[in-house]
């Protein structure tokens, strides 16, 4: 099955500062990238995600690169704000295979 | 709002009680997930139901059973609880797999 590595667990950025996140994945297959944003108490929620057939995919302030040959992906936030404070997750899938989830970074905006 | 509907929100029980937490999808999506949080750990995948049958599980005690019923809503069954299954439990549906998961807001269950 499909197993998922993500650092660093912890991270920590000056408000303002870039920010990035990054996963490794095993399964060539693997074809569905998508980030969760999970605030404390919260459910985690979608913000970006990115198929194999894209390199890269923005929105807003926030970025995600997939370079399939390495197999590994990463979320880029730029001009970092406190409300960026969150746990994140990398994840991936193919087909109708369960999404296999990392293991979480938890970011804090330094004020 | 997801549109993930999770009940109870909270549940307070004793040792070697059994619970039921109860999830409905989304309208449309096939595929039901659950997943254990405890305190400040990750996602714990529990098992995978799409369309009504069981498609993946995870680390799932014997104790926890589950299933998803023709309406497409799925049920979790915790037994014989003990002071550790004390977490955040979170019911997700998709259409697919390959496609975006939405999470519903989680049943807290305290076990005392």
């Known amino acids: 099955g499909e197993n998922v590595e993500q650092h660093p667990s912890t991270l920590s950025v000056q408000e303002g500062d870039s920010a990035v996140i990054k996963c490794t994945y095993s399964?060539?297959?693997?074809?569905?990238f998508p980030w969760y944003k999970q605030e404390l108490g919260k459910r985690p929620q979608l913000i970006i995600d990115?198929?194999?057939?894209?390199g890269e995919k923005k929105d807003q302030r926030i970025a995600v690169t997939l370079n399939k040959t390495a197999k590994h992906f990463s979320l880029h936030i730029t001009e970092t704000q406190p409300e960026d404070s969150a746990v994140y997750f990398c994840?991936?899938?193919?087909?109708?295979?369960?999404?296999?989830f990392g293991t979480g970074t938890r970011l804090t905006i330094i004020p | 709002d997801s549109g993930v509907t999770q009940t109870p929100k909270h549940l307070i029980t004793a040792t070697g009680q059994r619970v039921t937490l109860r999830c409905s999808p989304r309208?449309?999506?096939?595929?039901v997930y659950w997943y254990q949080q405890s305190l400040d750990q990750g996602l714990q995948f529990l098992i995978q139901?799409?369309?009504?049958?069981?498609?993946a599980k995870g680390n799932i005690l014997e104790r926890f059973s589950a299933q998803q019923f023709p309406d497409l809503h799925s049920e979790l069954n915790l037994s014989s609880l003990e002071l550790g299954d004390s977490a955040l439990y979170f019911c997700?549906?998709?259409?697919?797999?390959?496609?975006?998961?939405?999470f519903g807001n989680g049943t807290r269950l305290t076990v005392t």
């Open positions: 997700a549906s998709s259409v697919m797999g390959d496609s975006p998961l939405h």
């Open positions: 399964d060539s297959a693997s074809n569905y």
């Open positions: 990115i198929r194999s057939n894209v």
């Open positions: 994840a991936a899938t193919r087909g109708n295979e369960k999404l296999t």
């Open positions: 309208s449309g999506d096939l595929s």
């Open positions: 139901y799409y369309n009504g049958e069981e498609r």
